[in-house]
């Protein structure tokens, strides 16, 4: 069992960054994607950032350009740098682990590729 937490989401004016972090415990596979997926509320949740464990990433192109997704597999911790952040960027923000083909999938990362969730955190970008 792997276990996902997340922390770092907060409040901040449209223009501001948060950095968010994701904790990995319990069982660590050495091939994965892991992303970063976000919900708004009435919306389906969507990937916004993924890295595999090759180190290749790829973006939403909503988020391109301002959003960053490392790792540090030292530490089995994942983060997301959000830069000129949006209203439109408020959403439940949570982080996720597959297998590593997940990280290509055509058309996005699917939520039913990724059988490791953590419980969100919260991101507020006020105009």
């Known amino acids: 069992q792997m276990q996902l937490v997340e922390s770092g989401g907060g409040s901040v004016q449209s223009g501001g960054s948060l950095r968010l972090s994701c904790a990995a415990s319990g069982y660590t596979y050495s091939s994965y994607c892991m992303t970063w997926f976000r919900q708004a509320p009435g919306k389906e949740r969507e990937g916004v950032a993924g890295?595999?464990?090759?180190?290749?990433?790829r973006y939403a192109d909503s988020v391109k350009g301002r959003f960053t997704i490392s790792q540090d597999n030292a530490k089995n911790m994942l983060f997301l740098q959000m830069n000129s952040l949006k209203p439109e960027d408020t959403a439940m923000y949570y982080c996720a682990t597959g297998p590593k083909w997940a990280c290509s999938s055509h058309g996005g990362y699917r939520v039913v590729d990724f059988g490791y969730w953590g419980q969100g955190t919260q991101v507020s970008v006020s105009s």
């Open positions: 890295i595999d464990s090759d180190g290749s990433t």
